[in-house]
Nanobody, 122 residues
Framework: QVQLVESGGGLVQAGGSLRLSCAASGRTFSSLAMGWFRQAPGKEREFVAAITWTGGMSYYTDSAKGRFTIYRVNAKNTVYLQMNSLKSEDTAVYYC???????????????WGQGTQVTVSS
């Protein structure tokens, strides 16, 4: 099982940008699909974005399309979430997830990180 550690969260003003990172341990990273989820206070955890193991295909929830970009650097065992034009409703704890395919990552990830807080002030 891969271990995931997120970083890059923080406090940002509305309209600003943040880049989240998720570092994975283990030699299987390059064969895993990766994803990002978020959970706002009082709400269920929701899917944000996912990427195939090659990085060739990426998927986004509607609210993230055009503002967020998921990408990975397999040589660094790291997946990133670049978030631009942030809104107050993006405030949440963001979690990294891994699985054997995007379909699995989106539904029942095999591994989760501990989360990183993103707070967007309006």
């Amino acid at each position: 099982q891969v271990q995931l550690v997120e970083s890059g969260g923080g406090l940002v003003q509305a309209g600003g940008s943040l880049r989240l990172s998720c570092a994975a341990s283990g030699r299987t990273f390059s064969s895993l699909a990766m994803g990002w989820f978020r959970q706002a206070p009082g709400k269920e955890r929701e899917f944000v974005a996912a990427i195939t193991w090659t990085g060739g295909m990426s998927y986004y929830t509607d609210s993230a399309k055009g503002r967020f970009t998921i990408y990975r650097v397999n040589a660094k065992n790291t997946v990133y979430l670049q978030m631009n034009s942030l809104k107050s409703e993006d405030t949440a704890v963001y979690y990294c997830a891994a699985g054997p395919s995007v379909a699995v990552v989106r539904t029942t990830p095999a591994s989760w990180g501990q989360g990183t807080q993103v707070t967007v002030s309006s």
